[in-house]
């Protein structure tokens, strides 16, 4: 079992900035390929970024947040993060992480692919 626990929501004007920290446990971080994902009322969960398990220059992240967010992971802490800059109000959502186990150094944009999820942490963009 994979534990993982969200942080760094919360609310932010338009413009602003956030950064998510999700912290693993239970098994070797590095075994994990790790996405983050977010779903706002009414909607589908949807992807936002995904990185491999080495991490480094290996990450992909949706059109609709390129150029504005970053994911990036610290193996050593057992932590994904996601930095997300100039921030819209059509960001606000609950923002998960979710985790992989992957023998290969792929990132993995499939919602249905992963095996661990978080509880989520609430990002709130105001106008």
């Known amino acids: 079992q994979v534990q993982l626990v969200e942080s760094g929501g919360g609310l932010v004007q338009a413009g602003g900035s956030l950064r998510l920290s999700c912290l693993a446990s239970?098994?070797?971080?590095?075994?994990?390929?790790m996405g983050w994902f977010r779903q706002a009322p009414g909607k589908e969960r949807e992807f936002v970024a995904a990185?491999?398990?080495?991490?480094?220059?290996?990450?992909y992240v949706a059109d609709s947040v390129k150029g504005r967010f970053t994911v990036s992971r610290d193996n050593a802490k057992n932590t994904v993060y996601l930095q997300m800059n100039s921030l819209k109000p059509e960001d606000t959502a609950v923002y998960y992480c979710?985790?992989?186990?992957?023998?290969?150094?792929?990132?993995?944009?499939?919602?249905?692919?992963?095996?661990?999820w978080g509880q989520g942490t609430q990002v709130t963009v105001s106008s």
């Open positions: 990185i491999s398990r080495s991490g480094g220059g290996n990450t």
């Open positions: 239970g098994r070797t971080f590095s075994n994990y390929a």
């Open positions: 979710a985790a992989k186990f992957t023998t290969f150094s792929t990132v993995v944009p499939r919602t249905d692919e992963y095996d661990y």
